[in-house]
């Protein structure tokens, strides 16, 4: 099996064969043998896949309005908005708001993550989205965030963040002990689904037809040169 050589820029995979289902899995997400990586385990063989798929749809005109559309759809056109609005966190955000905030990332990778502050009696204080493609999972637990990921200064500066402990209230003890051990950073609530392929991190569905988005968007690369 092999794959075509994209004009895009970035990497290229250029014409790589594979002799197993599984290592042409692993060219997006590698579902064992982490090697040394101590900072975080790679999202796809170069660690950019998330910037990788948001470069694909943002170069290919019907991709980019197919995930949009499909990221109102996921909001609802603000269909819940008389609902949603009474559901406040402590830092004024509304569940309506985390929605449509969250509503792309739902669309481009079947995922999406929330920051989770505590103020210094253990209770949550606030809850915002992260944008998913900062995000890594830390081969120790929890998670590396770097937020210059996708940006022109992006920069190897990674922070180790904890996973959502998934109550509205923590002990005193044991929010000392995981300030001490995540540098104070708030905890984040990650939420996909597991499979056999996507294992340590989703592979939305649209992906299997990547080819043919790199296809249509060469094809209209062509067409400008002409």
Not at 49 to 67: D, H, S, T, Y
Not at 96 to 113: G, H, M
Not at 163 to 190: H, T
Request: hydrophobic letters at 35%.
């Amino acid at each position: 099996m092999a794959s075509p050589k994209s004009k895009l820029k970035g990497q290229s995979y250029g014409f790589k064969f594979v002799e197993k289902l599984g290592d042409f899995l692993n060219r997006y997400v590698r579902r064992f043998d982490h090697g040394d990586e101590a900072l975080f385990i790679k999202y796809g063989h170069d660690n950019r896949f998330p910037q990788e798929a948001i470069e694909l749809v943002g170069n290919c005109p019907e991709a980019k309005r197919a995930m949009r559309k499909r990221a109102r759809y996921i909001f609802g056109d603000g269909g819940f908005v008389n609902e949603a609005d009474r559901l406040k966190d402590v830092g004024g955000q509304n569940a309506n708001q985390l929605l449509q905030r969250v509503a792309v990332d739902v669309s481009l990778f079947q995922v999406f993550a929330f920051q989770v502050a505590r103020d210094g009696q253990g209770k949550i204080s606030k809850v915002d989205n992260i944008p998913f493609e900062w995000i890594r999972k830390h081969p120790e637990g929890g998670f590396s965030v770097n937020r210059t990921l996708g940006t022109s200064k992006e920069k190897k500066e990674w922070e180790r963040y904890p996973e959502f402990r998934g109550k509205a209230q923590m002990g005193l003890q044991d929010l000392a002990l995981m300030k001490s051990e995540f540098g104070g950073n708030p905890e984040i609530a990650y939420f996909y689904t597991a499979d056999p392929m996507s294992f340590d991190y989703p592979v939305a569905d649209w992906f299997a037809g990547e080819f043919d988005v790199r296809t249509n968007t060469e094809l209209m690369l062509l067409d400008n040169e002409m």
